[in-house]
Structure formats: structure tokens, C-alpha cells
């Protein structure tokens, strides 16, 4: 046997194993190609579940936060802002079912209650600091206007205080009663009010007493002013019932120095001594107290 007869019979022995061979390979191909679509396949569904799954949560949780989350949120803010007396746009609780409209409702009855107590706060401040009759400032309100000064340099603030008594009140409530000597004084006071500027402070200083107190005044000008007022007066009259006209006078003192927690009193006592030095001389004229 030569060669070539030898690498025949061998070749052709080896033929079915070669076939054998090819057969195997396009089996594993095949399966591997079924295995990595059926991983493809099941890649996909991981994919679309997880995907489901994000837009579920987040779904879930935009739904959370606009229904519970964002609701205790705005709550909180209210609260806090009733609180500090900040006004906060009030939440219509019919916007929300079950327990949050309970909330906003318990919300709204806060803050009218809290409304409430401001405008009874205003009202018994306004009772505090103002004169029931005339609605003038009281003394009280006075003295703490007085007692601290705006600025808050070194050098204290100046001013002036006219002191004015109602000459011979009493008279006017023993002829007339008091719903007489109520009605003078009511109109003493619009009568004062009317011929001062924004700045002034008037107050109702006791009985038939008022006060008046401008703050950065030359004692000059102060004291020209309160002979306008003491001349406006006597030229008015006060119609007391349908036929009694009263014509009213009134002594002033006016005292010029600083304001402050100790210098008030004293500029008070110049203004007082300088009132009864024109009461004293005859009443129905205005004197002062040397500049401080």
C-alpha cells in the first residue's frame, strides 16, 4: 500500500467523524443562540418590570407628596407663620377629604381665634393708652412717649410741653352737671387737636388738664403756639344743650428741655410751675419756664 491509497482509506475513515464534528458545533450553536435569546428575553422583562416598577413608585410618591407630603408642608408654614403674626394665605380645606381637611379646618379655627385675640389686644391697648372721652392719649401713654426718646445718640432729645388747665371747670359741672363739663372737654380737645401738626403729641393729662409735647422745638416757637390755641379758645363757644353757649379759657404753661427716663419729670415740673405762675397772675394766659 503507497501513500496515496493510505491517505485515502484514511481520509475516508475520518469523513463521519468530521460530520460528527460539524453536527456538534451547529448544536452548540443553535443552543447557544436559544440561550442568549431566552436571556435577551428575559433582560427585556427585567427591564420592563423595573421600568413598571419606577413609574409606580414614582407615581406613588408624586402622589404622597401632593397629597400628604406637600398638604403638612403648607400646614407647617401656616402654623408657623400664625405664629409669628405673619399673614399666610389660608388653605380651602374643601381642596382636601379625611384627615387633612380635619387639619386645615383645626387650622382656620386657629387662626380665627388668633384674629380675634388680635383685634381684643388692639382694643385693650387702644383702652390702655387712650382717653375713653376725648380719644386723646392718657397720661400713662405720655410719659412712655416721653420717657424714651426716638434717637439713640449721646446728646438727649429736646422738646416742649405745653401745660394747659380749663379755667374754672369745676363751674361748668356744678351749673350745668357733668354731661356739660363731658361735652367742654370733648370739644377742648378736637378744638387743640385741629391746630397741631402729626408730629405733636396730645394727651389728656388729668381732670380739665391736657398736654402737649412736639419734640425738636425752639421754646419761642412753642410758646406762640399756645397763645394761638389759649386765643382760639376764647374766641370759641361750646353749645351746651339747644340755647347755652359757653365761652372757655384756659391758663398754659409751657417749658422747653431733653426727654428721657429721669429728665421728663423735670420738664413736667417746669411746665407745672410755669401753669400755676398763670393761673396765679388771673388765669387765660400763657407763661413759660426758662429754657432747661
Known amino acids: 500500500m503507497n501513500a496515496e491509497e493510505f491517505t ?5 475513515t475520518l469523513r463521519p467523524l468530521e460530520s460528527l464534528r460539524t453536527e456538534f458545533l451547529n448544536v452548540t450553536i443553535d443552543e447557544l443562540i ?4 431566552r436571556a435577551l428575553n428575559t433582560l427585556f422583562m427585567v427591564i420592563a418590570i423595573t421600568m413598571a416598577i419606577l413609574l409606580t413608585l414614582i407615581s406613588l410618591v408624586r402622589m404622597v407628596h401632593r397629597s400628604v407630603l406637600s398638604p403638612l408642608l403648607y400646614a407647617r408654614e401656616e402654623v408657623i407663620g400664625l405664629a409669628r403674626d405673619r399673614l399666610v394665605p389660608a388653605t380651602q380645606s374643601q381642596h ?3 384627615e387633612m381637611r380635619h387639619l386645615f379646618d383645626a387650622i382656620q379655627t386657629l387662626r380665627g381665634k388668633l384674629q380675634e385675640r388680635a383685634v381684643l389686644t388692639d382694643k385693650l391697648r ?3 393708652e387712650t382717653d375713653g372721652l376725648t380719644g386723646l392719649f392718657n397720661r400713662r401713654t405720655l410719659d412712655l412717649i416721653g420717657r424714651s426718646p426716638q434717637n439713640n445718640e449721646e446728646e438727649p432729645e429736646r422738646a ?4 394747659l388747665d380749663i379755667d374754672y371747670f369745676k363751674q361748668v359741672n356744678d351749673t350745668y352737671g357733668h354731661q356739660a363739663g363731658d361735652r367742654v372737654l370733648k370739644e377742648v380737645a378736637d378744638l387743640i387737636r385741629s391746630m397741631l401738626r402729626p408730629a405733636d403729641v396730645i394727651a389728656r393729662f388729668g381732670g380739665e388738664e391736657f398736654a402737649i409735647l412736639s419734640s425738636g422745638d425752639l421754646l419761642a416757637d412753642t410758646v406762640m403756639r399756645a397763645r394761638r390755641i389759649r ?5 370759641h363757644e361750646i353749645l351746651i344743650g339747644n340755647d347755652v353757649r359757653l365761652s372757655m379759657t384756659a391758663s398754659f404753661g409751657v417749658a422747653s428741655g431733653p426727654l428721657g427716663e429721669a429728665e421728663l419729670p423735670r420738664l ?4 407745672d410751675v410755669a401753669l400755676y405762675r398763670a393761673k396765679s397772675e388771673g388765669r387765660n394766659r400763657v407763661r413759660f419756664a426758662s429754657d432747661g
Open 8 to 12: 485515502a482509506r484514511f481520509v475516508k
Open 34 to 37: 436559544l440561550a442568549r435569546d
Open 96 to 98: 382636601y377629604t379625611g
Open 126 to 128: 387702644e383702652q390702655a
Open 160 to 163: 416742649c410741653l405745653i401745660l
Open 231 to 235: 386765643l382760639a379758645l376764647q374766641r
Open 268 to 271: 413736667i415740673k417746669a411746665a
